[in-house]
C-alpha cells in the first residue's frame, strides 16, 4: 500500500512538472527556443501572485484572473522586444540572451524582495485530502494534476483547431512561407510567448502555494521542465504529462529510499530514458 | 607576373607576442616582488581566463553551448581531496590526475549529452553537473552537503606560507598561459582549420570531409579534462571543497559566458578582453552586490544584441587588430 501511495502522489506531482514544461514545449515547437529563463519566470510568476494577494487579499488560484494576463502581457513585449531580435539560424543569441535574462531576474527579485523564502496560503485547501481504501489524496496535489489535464487539452486544442494554431504550425513548419501566407511571424512568436507565460503563471502560483520559494528557484524548476519535455518526447503535449508524471514518481521513489536521492533520482531516470530512448518516449518532432 | 608570399604573423601580433612573453617572465617573478593579496588577485585572474578560454573552444568555434561546465570544475577540486586525503597522493600531483580522471569521466558523459541537440545540449550538461552536485552531497567521507577542508598535513605538503601561496601562484599562471597557448596552437593546426570550419558552417564543413561529430566528442573530452585541472587548481587556491561552491553554475559557468560574449565569442582575444573587463567591474562594482549582478547581465545581453561579436570582434572588424593571427594573409607584388 505504501508503495502504491508513494506512486499515486508521484503521479499528482507529476501534473505540476508538467505545467512547468507545457510553455518550454510550445516555445521550442513554434520558435526552436529554449528559453533558460523559463524557470525564473516561473518564480516571477509566484511573486507577483503574491504581491495581487497582498493588495487583493484574493485566494491564490482566485489571483490567477491578474497573474495570468499580467505574465502574458510582459511574454508578449519580452518576445518583441528582446528575445525576436535573437532569433535567426543561429543557436548562441537567444541561448545567451535568456541566459542574462535568468540572472537578471533572480537578482532582480533578490533585490526586491530579499532571499526570505515565501508560500502562498491557500487556507483549507492544503490541508483537505479525500481517502478511499487506504489511500488518501490531496485536495491541492489531484486539483493541480487535473489542472495540468486541462491546460494541455486546451493547448492541445487551441494547436489543432484554431487559427492561432495553425498560425503556429505554419510559422513552425516554414517561417518563410507562413510569411509569404500574410503572417507576421514576429507577431505569431510574441503572442505563443504571452500564451508560454500564460502557462507559467498557473505553474507559478500552484509552486507557491504547493512549497516554499525563493528567487533562485527557478534553474531547478527549468530543469524539471526539460526533463519532462525530453522524457515525453519533443513536440508531443501528452507525452510531457507522461514525461512529467514518470519524473515525479521517479523523485518519489528516490526519496522513499532516502531523502537525499529525490532529486537525484529523477535525474537518474532521465538519464537512463536518454541512454535508452533518445528522442524520448513518444517522439514527434525533430530537435 | 604576380608575385605573391603568404604570411601569418602580422606586425601587430609579432609585437604582442614578445610583449605577452615579457609580461610572463615579469609574472612568474612575481613572488619575488608582489604582495600574496596580489597573486590571489593574479591567480584567480589566471583561472578565469582560463575557464573562458576553454568555453569559448567549445561555445565560439564548435558550437558546443554548455551551461554545465561547473560539472567538471567541481569534479577536478573533488577527485583533488580525495586523492589528497584517502591515497596520500602529493596535491600538486593530483592537479594532473584529476585532470586525467575527469577526462576519462567526460567519454561517457559525452555520450549521452550529445543525444541532445542545439540549445537542449546545454541544458543536458546542466543536468550533468547537477548530478555530480547531488553525487558530492552524498559523500559523507568528504563532509557531505556542508563539504570538507583540507587537512593541515596535507596542507603543509605544499610548503610553508611563501612557498604555498608562489606555487599555487605559479600553477595558476602555468594553466592561465598554458590553456592560452594550447588554443592557439590547436587554432593554428590542422584540427583548427576544422574547428574554424565548423563555426563558419556546419554543413559545408562536411561536405568537405570534417568527420564533425568526432571533432567535437574529442575537443569536448579535451576540455573536460582541463576544466578539471583548473578545477583541482581551485580546491587548492580555497583549501576547500563543498557541493554548493565546487559545482556553483554562477562561478563557474555564468561568469565565464558573460566574459566570452563580452570580450568576443569565437575569438581568442575575446576571453582576454573579457576577463579584464569582468576583474575591473567586479573590483568597482562588487560592493553593489546584486546589483553589480543585475548590471552584468544586462551589459551581456546589450553586447549580445548590439555587438554579437563582442568588444573585440568589433574592434577587429573595425581596425582589423589581429593579436594571435591563425590564419593565412597573401600578400601581392607587382
Given amino acids: 500500500m505504501d508503495l502504491i501511495n508513494i506512486i499515486l502522489q508521484g503521479v499528482l506531482v507529476g501534473g505540476l512538472y508538467a505545467l512547468f514544461a507545457a510553455g518550454l514545449s510550445l516555445i521550442f515547437g513554434v520558435m526552436r527556443l529554449v528559453n533558460i529563463a523559463h524557470g525564473d519566470l516561473i518564480v516571477l510568476a509566484a511573486y507577483i501572485a503574491m504581491e495581487v494577494i497582498r493588495l487583493s487579499g484574493l485566494p491564490p488560484l482566485v489571483a490567477l484572473i491578474f497573474v495570468v494576463p499580467v505574465m502574458a502581457a510582459f511574454g508578449y513585449a519580452l518576445q518583441r522586444g528582446i528575445l525576436n531580435r535573437t532569433l535567426g539560424g543561429d543557436l548562441l543569441p537567444p541561448l545567451l540572451v535568456s541566459f542574462g535574462l535568468s540572472v537578471i531576474l533572480q537578482n532582480g527579485l533578490l533585490a526586491v524582495f530579499t532571499a526570505d523564502s515565501r508560500k502562498l496560503d491557500a487556507g483549507v485547501l492544503e490541508t483537505a485530502s479525500v481517502s478511499f481504501g487506504g489511500l488518501s489524496i490531496g485536495l491541492l496535489p489531484a486539483l493541480m494534476f487535473a489542472t495540468a489535464v486541462a491546460v494541455i487539452a486546451a493547448l492541445q486544442f487551441m494547436f489543432y483547431k484554431t487559427a492561432l494554431g495553425r ?32 502557462v507559467v503563471a498557473i505553474a507559478g502560483v500552484f509552486l507557491a502555494i504547493r512549497s516554499n520559494f525563493d528567487p533562485f528557484m527557478g534553474p531547478g524548476r527549468l530543469i524539471f521542465g526539460f526533463e519532462a519535455v525530453i522524457i515525453g518526447g519533443l513536440g508531443n503535449l501528452w507525452g510531457t504529462l507522461a514525461g512529467g508524471v514518470i519524473l515525479g514518481v521517479a523523485q518519489g521513489l528516490g526519496a522513499a529510499i532516502d531523502p537525499g536521492w529525490q532529486i537525484l533520482a529523477g535525474h537518474v531516470a532521465f538519464l537512463l530514458i536518454l541512454a535508452i530512448k533518445p528522442r524520448g518516449l513518444f517522439p514527434r518532432m525533430d530537435g | ?75 577536478g577540486g573533488y577527485i583533488t581531496f580525495s586523492l589528497a586525503l584517502f591515497l596520500g597522493v602529493h596535491p600538486l600531483l593530483a592537479i594532473p590526475l584529476a585532470g586525467l580522471v575527469a577526462a576519462l569521466v567526460a567519454i561517457p558523459v559525452a555520450s549521452l549529452v550529445f543525444r541532445l541537440a542545439g540549445a537542449y545540449f546545454a541544458i543536458g550538461t546542466w543536468v550533468m553537473a547537477e548530478v555530480f552536485r547531488l553525487i558530492a552531497a552524498q559523500a559523507t567521507a568528504l563532509g557531505g552537503g556542508s563539504g570538507i577542508s583540507l587537512p593541515a598535513t596535507v596542507t603543509k605538503e605544499l610548503g610553508g606560507k611563501w612557498l604555498r601561496e608562489a606555487s599555487i601562484f605559479w600553477l595558476a599562471l602555468a594553466l592561465g598561459a598554458g590553456c592560452l597557448a594550447l588554443v592557439y596552437l590547436l587554432l593554428r593546426s590542422r584540427i583548427g582549420l576544422a574547428l574554424t570550419a565548423i563555426r563558419d558552417s556546419e554543413v559545408a564543413s562536411t561536405s568537405l570531409g570534417i ?124
Fill in chain 2, 211 to 334: 568527420r564533425i561529430g568526432r571533432v567535437k566528442h574529442v575537443l569536448y573530452v579535451l576540455v573536460a579534462g582541463l576544466t578539471a585541472m583548473i578545477g583541482a587548481l581551485i580546491s587548492l587556491q580555497k583549501l576547500r571543497v563543498s557541493p554548493d561552491a565546487a559545482f556553483s553554475v554562477n562561478d563557474w559557468t555564468a561568469f565565464v559566458i558573460f566574459i566570452v560574449v563580452i570580450g568576443g565569442i569565437g575569438t581568442i582575444e575575446g576571453p582576454i578582453i573579457g576577463t579584464i573587463v569582468y576583474f575591473l567591474l567586479r573590483e568597482f562594482l562588487a560592493d553593489f552586490g546584486t546589483l553589480y549582478l543585475l548590471f552584468l547581465g544586462t551589459l551581456a545581453i546589450v553586447v549580445m544584441l548590439g555587438a554579437p561579436k563582442g568588444l573585440w570582434g568589433y574592434a577587429a572588424e573595425r581596425f582589423g587588430w589581429s593579436l594571435f593571427p591563425v590564419g593565412y594573409r597573401i600578400h601581392f607584388k607587382e
Fill in chain 2, 1 to 75: 607576373m604576380m608575385q605573391f608570399t603568404i604570411s601569418r604573423a602580422t606586425i601587430t601580433s609579432r609585437i604582442a607576442g614578445v610583449f605577452a612573453l615579457l609580461l610572463l617572465v615579469v609574472l612568474a617573478a612575481a613572488p619575488w616582488w608582489a604582495s600574496s593579496s596580489f597573486l590571489h588577485l593574479a591567480g584567480e585572474f589566471a583561472v578565469y581566463l582560463a575557464l573562458a578560454t576553454l568555453w569559448n573552444l567549445l561555445a565560439g568555434y564548435t558550437g558546443l553551448v554548455s551551461v554545465g561546465q561547473q560539472a567538471y570544475v567541481g569534479l
Fill in chain 1, 167 to 198: 498560425a503556429f504550425r505554419a510559422t513552425s513548419d516554414d517561417a518563410e512561407i507562413a510569411e509569404l501566407m500574410g503572417l507576421d511571424r514576429r507577431r505569431v512568436y510574441a503572442w505563443a510567448m504571452a500564451l508560454c507565460l500564460g
